[in-house]
């Protein structure tokens, strides 16, 4: 019975993958929002979202990836000695973080839970001020201070930008004052973490404008590019006190079952 259900939520699942399949981009130079990719444990989207946000706006703004160079750029948080590609400003803003740190970050939009990362460009102002991101990628691992090139063996992949097609978020710097202000709130969904250990690390992968010259003709420039936690100030219930709930949820609901099933059985019996 619950074999049969959850094969049907299954198929539901990937129905809604192939309908949803199809590359986008987020504009955030003339909209302020939009939503795009997914990943293999959730469906749902990331909400990408233009701000303003000062550093001593609302929430504590806590950096720990760092990337910055010119043309293109990548890079993702570690700890590691000699972390790979295009990161800087080691160990304070760029390094690990775990589950628990991502978990201070939660926010509930319109009844779903979503953690909160502040992405914070730096380009010049006037014609090259677009930056458009590329590849966001988040893993999560039980090991720390990884220092591979190999992305994709990071961990456990929770959200991919591309996941539904090549997508992409293009950015116009001018929009803030450069370093230090805005520039856009990503929204990752809570739900794309199940299972996941408060103590496991959590990697944050992003490529900033590779090979996309018709988007972005000048490329990566000026300062560094910098994503931070964004910890809400607003008390919120412990996810890891939720999960057990949810746990205890589906023991009671196949114990129910079972009974049932057991009395349908004697019934028949008798
Ligand atoms: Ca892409
Ligand atoms: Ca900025
Ligand atoms: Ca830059």
Excluded: C, H, W
């Excluded at 190999?150 to 591309?162: H, P």
């Excluded at 370093?179 to 299972?195: K, L, Q, T, Y």
């Amino acid at each position: 019975m619950i074999n049969a259900k959850f094969t049907i939520a299954l198929l539901g699942a990937a129905a809604l993958l192939a309908t949803n399949a199809s590359a986008v981009v987020v504009d955030l130079e003339r909209n302020n929002e939009g939503t795009a990719g997914g990943g293999p444990t959730s469906e749902r989207m990331a909400l990408f979202q233009f701000t303003a946000q000062q550093p001593t706006g609302t929430g504590v703004i806590d950096p720990f990836l760092t990337i910055q160079a010119e043309g293109t750029e990548q890079g993702y948080n570690t700890s590691a000695e000699n972390p790979p590609f295009d990161v800087k400003r080691q160990p304070n803003f760029t390094r690990d973080i775990q589950f628990s740190d991502l978990q201070k970050t939660t926010v509930m939009l319109n009844g779903v839970s979503y953690f909160q990362i502040l992405l914070d460009v730096n380009e010049p102002n006037g014609a090259k001020s677009i930056i458009t991101l590329d590849e966001l990628q988040i893993y999560t691992s039980a090991q720390g201070s990884q220092s591979t090139t190999n992305v994709s063996s990071l961990g456990t992949l929770r959200y991919d930008l591309d996941f539904f097609g090549d997508s992409e978020v293009r950015i116009d710097a001018s929009r803030n004052s450069g370093s230090g202000s805005g520039d856009v709130n990503i929204f990752i969904p809570v739900e794309a973490f199940a299972g996941t250990a408060p103590s496991d690390y959590v990697y944050l992968y992003a490529l900033f404008s590779e090979g996309n010259l018709k988007m972005n003709p000048d490329g990566t420039q000026g300062g560094f590019e910098e994503f931070a936690l964004v910890q809400n100030i607003t008390p919120i219930p412990e996810l890891s006190s939720f999960f057990p709930i949810v746990g205890l949820m589906v023991a009671v609901g196949a114990t129910n079952v079972l009974r049932r099933r057991k009395a349908a059985q004697q019934t028949v019996a008798s």
